[in-house]
């Protein structure tokens, strides 16, 4: 969706170590899309589902990741926030700084921060892939940190799915105990922190 708004503002897409750049202008588009387009088609996606989602906005702070070489784009500094058990939350990945600044946090990198915080055991990574794949482009049922890497240095996994894996398995390091990534629950890629056969 943001890419769509981005080609039709005609403005360039940048990504850095798998990260959209984010200047001033492309959080303007984020902004409008994310307000405009996201938040109403998951509420129309989790109502047809019979679901309430509670959107998170406050009681979680970010700060800038490097300016620099990033833009505005941030990471999880403090979460404040308490859960309810049988409530269905949603934080989208515009987050404003103690300063009140907003940045784009990547959601990958809000997924761990928030296993983190509440010491989740299973967390699912959704794409819009069946999985992490292979060389042949195959799905992988299952994939340990020594695979991953072998994948990631013959740049077999590249850019986002990048980011994801690095975000789970530091999750799995902190004692998450089941990951997955895949287009639903039910298959794609589990992630195994021992020797994979």
Same mark, same amino acid.
């Given at each position: 969706? #943001?890419? /769509?708004?981005?080609?039709?503002? *005609?403005?360039?897409? *940048?990504?850095?170590?798998?990260?959209?750049? %984010? /200047? !001033?202008? %492309?959080?303007?588009? $984020?902004?409008?899309?994310?307000?405009?387009?996201?938040?109403?088609?998951?509420?129309?996606?989790?109502?047809?589902?019979?679901?309430?989602?509670?959107?998170?906005?406050?009681?979680?702070?970010?700060?800038?990741?490097?300016?620099?070489?990033?833009?505005?784009?941030? !990471?999880?500094?403090?979460? %404040?926030?308490?859960? $309810?058990?049988?409530?269905?939350?949603?934080?989208?990945?515009?987050?404003?700084?103690?300063?009140?600044?907003?940045?784009?946090?990547?959601?990958?990198?809000?997924?761990?921060?928030?296993?983190?915080?509440?010491?989740?055991?299973?967390?699912?990574?959704?794409?819009?892939?069946?999985?992490?794949?292979?060389?042949?482009?195959?799905?992988?049922?299952?994939?340990?940190?020594?695979?991953?890497?072998?994948?990631?240095?013959? !740049?077999? #996994?590249?850019?986002?799915?990048?980011?994801?894996?690095?975000?789970?398995?530091?999750? $799995?390091?902190?004692?998450?105990? *089941?990951?997955?990534?895949?287009?639903?629950?039910?298959?794609? %890629?589990?992630?195994?922190?021992?020797?994979? !056969?």
């Amino acid at each position: 969706m #943001v890419d /769509d708004a981005l080609a039709h503002a *005609k403005l360039p897409v *940048k990504k850095v170590a798998g990260l959209r750049y %984010t /200047d !001033e202008a %492309t959080l303007k588009v $984020m902004v409008n899309v994310v307000q405009t387009q996201v938040w109403p088609m998951l509420h129309h996606v989790l109502g047809q589902a019979h679901l309430s989602p509670t959107r998170l906005t406050d009681g979680v702070v970010a700060k800038i990741k490097d300016a620099g070489k990033f833009g505005a784009v941030g !990471e999880i500094d403090s979460i %404040t926030t308490t859960l $309810m058990a049988g409530q269905l939350y949603v934080i989208g990945p515009l987050v404003s700084s103690a300063q009140g600044e907003l940045l784009n946090v990547n959601a990958d990198e809000i997924a761990l921060a928030f296993a983190r915080h509440f010491k989740a055991d299973t967390l699912y990574f959704l794409t819009d892939v069946a999985g992490v794949l292979d060389q042949n482009q195959q799905v992988m049922s299952k994939l340990s940190p020594k695979v991953a890497a072998t994948l990631m240095s013959q !740049e077999v #996994v590249t850019g986002g799915m990048f980011i994801k894996l690095q975000a789970a398995f530091m999750a $799995m390091q902190l004692g998450v105990q *089941k990951i997955q990534m895949g287009r639903d629950f039910q298959v794609g %890629t589990k992630l195994v922190l021992g020797d994979q !056969e």
